[in-house]
């Protein structure tokens, strides 16, 4: 159920703000999901690395990501000198957008070495241009996904706010997601350096929309120099410790995770389904894109409405189940056009938890700073990037092994077996469904943080000063 709220008593985020909130959403969203999706099948195919060496880079990767992250949060989610002047999380954002995207492209573009030869140096390549990637991507992350915590205070805001935001995002990530197909041919290596290089050069444009909308109010930026120097300075685990203890907070976590790795398996399957399974080229891409795109568009007021009638948890965790629906068909689909159509129908869904999962996260860090005494979102969502990194790792380990078992040519040329297109149907959709149905069933039966609970919270942060 929907939270009733006072809002005479609120100063509105202006529309402004939340339209360039949807820009950084934009470009995370697309970094981790379309972006991402094809490094696995460029370093197995185009670049010729064996699989096990993928796979394990993937894991090396993910594993130094996962203690990384969190304490990335919390080492930035401080009051420094410039906070008073220029906020806590916008000088943060800006430092990092650039070198990310820098990293984003080299990605890319690996040493000229043939790995059949010596695997080696594109092993080491790859772990380590991934990590200098993620490193600013985390930095970055943090602080757009924590600024919205701390500009979009009530209900109200963060419904009607990410419905805005996740519109922008919507919009920009198909808009970007075209790029690729138009320039990538299966074969050619250096299709996909231009193609990110493309890619890039839209997303530092993105990045400046994100900039004009990080101003944070000097009430801000009181409440958090107020906030440290009134509460004794916690360690990272003793904040990590005092956040698990709320249930919501780990619920919150477990669901991020979840859909995470169900749309990594699924991102990073489509250009194995597009050229092994459908047997097109990958511009077909671009009809899935647009069908996804027109299915969460079309559906975000229905969410909206949905939300503010049912409350966040309802929503949350109906859309899951109808998503899970919605990855089995891939078992079964033989060609581009059913996938159009299937695309088309799993965009619904997509915008249902997708409006719901920043609204559900802020409300959960709102719980955790009541036991805090201070706002440390950025390490909170540190914490919620160490547990998404799990996807990273699954991922890996599901290609790598099925891939194996089944005995997937990682020729560009090649015609797979009937046992290997099974492997990726299942990475591609009977793996996303199960997780999928999973999470639904655990939101359903733990989350709690709604009605009378939601609003108690709310009051204690208000005499707390910390909403």
């Not at 699989?51 to 996962?66: K, R, T």
């Not at 203890?245 to 169900?262: K, P």
Request: net charge positive; charged share 15%; hydrophobic share 50%.
């Amino acid at each position: 159920m929907a939270v009733d709220e006072d809002l005479s008593e609120w100063q509105i985020a202006p529309t402004s703000k939340m339209i360039s909130y949807g820009f950084g959403y934009l470009i995370v969203n697309y970094l981790i999901g379309s972006g991402f999706a094809l490094v696995f099948y460029y370093y197995e195919v185009e670049v010729g690395l064996p699989v096990l060496f993928v796979g394990l880079a993937f894991l090396v990767y993910a594993i130094w990501n996962m203690f990384n992250d969190p304490l990335l949060g919390y080492f930035t989610d401080k009051p420094k000198k410039w906070t008073k002047k220029w906020g806590l999380r916008a000088p943060w954002v800006v430092i990092s957008a650039f070198p990310m995207l820098v990293c984003y492209y080299f990605i890319f573009s690996p040493p000229d070495i043939d790995p059949k030869q010596n695997a080696l140096p594109i092993f080491l390549y790859m772990i380590i241009i991934m990590a200098l990637f993620d490193t600013f991507f985390s930095i970055f992350n943090t602080h757009v996904y924590g600024g919205f915590t701390n500009q979009f205070k009530s209900e109200y805001e963060r419904r009607r706010g990410f419905a805005l935001i996740i519109t922008v995002a919507g919009f920009g990530v198909v808009g970007i997601r075209l790029i690729p197909p138009l320039i990538i041919q299966y074969g050619d290596k250096s299709s996909f350096a231009t193609s990110a290089l493309l890619v890039v050069i839209c997303l530092a444009i993105c990045s400046i929309f994100l900039f004009l909308g990080l101003k944070e109010s000097e009430e801000m930026k009181e409440m958090f120099i107020r906030g440290y120097e009134r509460t004794e300075e916690k360690s990272f685990f003793k904040i990590m410790k005092i956040s698990f203890r709320h249930r919501n907070y780990v619920i919150s976590l477990v669901g991020y995770t979840c859909i995470i790795t169900a749309q990594t398996l699924s991102a990073a399957s489509g250009i194995y389904m597009l050229k092994d399974v459908y047997k097109v080229p990958f511009t077909y891409a671009v009809l899935t894109a647009l069908a996804g795109l027109a299915g969460f568009i079309l559906s975000i007021p229905f969410w909206y409405n949905y939300a503010r009638k049912h409350g966040f948890k309802k929503t949350y965790y109906v859309s899951l189940i109808f998503a899970g629906c919605l990855y089995i068909p891939a078992l079964f689909m033989t060609n581009i056009w059913q996938a159009v159509i299937v695309t088309f129908l799993g965009g619904i869904p997509y915008a249902g938890y997708t409006v719901m999962t920043m609204p559900v996260a802020s409300d959960t860090m709102d719980e955790v700073a009541t036991s805090l005494g201070r706002r440390q979102d950025g390490a909170l969502q540190g914490i919620r990037n160490f547990f998404f990194r799990i996807a990273l790792i699954v991922q890996g380990v599901v290609l790598t092994t099925i891939h194996i078992f089944t005995g997937y040519n990682p020729n560009p040329n090649a015609t797979q077996t009937p046992l290997a297109i099974i492997g990726i149907r299942i990475h591609a959709g009977l793996i996303p469904a199960l997780i999928m149905f999973t999470m639904s069933i655990i939101f359903y039966k733990y989350y709690t943080l709604e009605g009378a609970e939601k609003e108690a919270m709310v009051k204690k942060l208000k005499d707390m000063e910390l909403y």
